[in-house]
Every structure is written in C-alpha cells, then in structure tokens.
C-alpha cells in the first residue's frame, strides 16, 4: 500500500470515528484531542497511525468501521504500516 493509499484509508476512518456519535467521545478522551484538534491534525501521519491504532483496540470497531465505509479490515494493519512513521508495531 502506497503512503498516499495508507493515508486515504486513514482518513475515511477518522470519518467513521467523526460520524459515531458513540465513538467520538471515546476517541477524544482516550486521545486528548479536541474536535479542532481533529481538523488541523488530519493530514499529519502521527494523527493518523493514533487514528488507525484507536480503531484496532476493538474487533468489533474494526469490522463496524471497515463495513460503514467499505474497506477491507485486513488492510488497517497496512495501511499504519504504510503511513510515514508507521512502521511494524510491536504489541508485546
């Protein structure tokens, strides 16, 4: 997946997260941010990898996130790989 692909993938999730009126609290107390925060920080890859990794703490986000906006859920994993920054994260 190229940077530019990771990045579009990221971006229609933070859409999702912005759209789920039960999810976007979670997102931004979890991460500090505020809705501002959001709007100025889409396009910076750091955002978006803590976007992606948000989604991956739940199974179940995943497959709600990836079916409202018809992605493939395998490639989130990819898509944080393929961002600038992204690299392989280590769960251990």
């Known amino acids: 997946m190229s940077p530019e692909a990771a ?8 859409g999702w997260i912005v759209g789920d009126a039960e999810i976007l609290p979670i ?8 809705a501002d925060d959001i709007k100025k920080r889409a396009q ?11 989604v991956m703490l739940d199974d179940a986000w ?6 409202a906006c018809a ?19 280590n769960w251990t």
């Open 44 to 54: 910076d890859s750091d955002f978006l990898i803590a976007v992606l990794d948000f």
């Open 27 to 34: 997102f931004l107390g979890s991460s500090g941010s505020s």
């Open 62 to 67: 995943v497959l709600a996130c990836c079916q």
């Open 7 to 14: 990045e579009t993938y990221a971006l229609k999730v933070l």
């Open 71 to 89: 992605l493939e859920p395998e490639a989130m994993q990819t898509a944080r790989q393929a961002l600038p920054g992204g690299g392989v994260f």
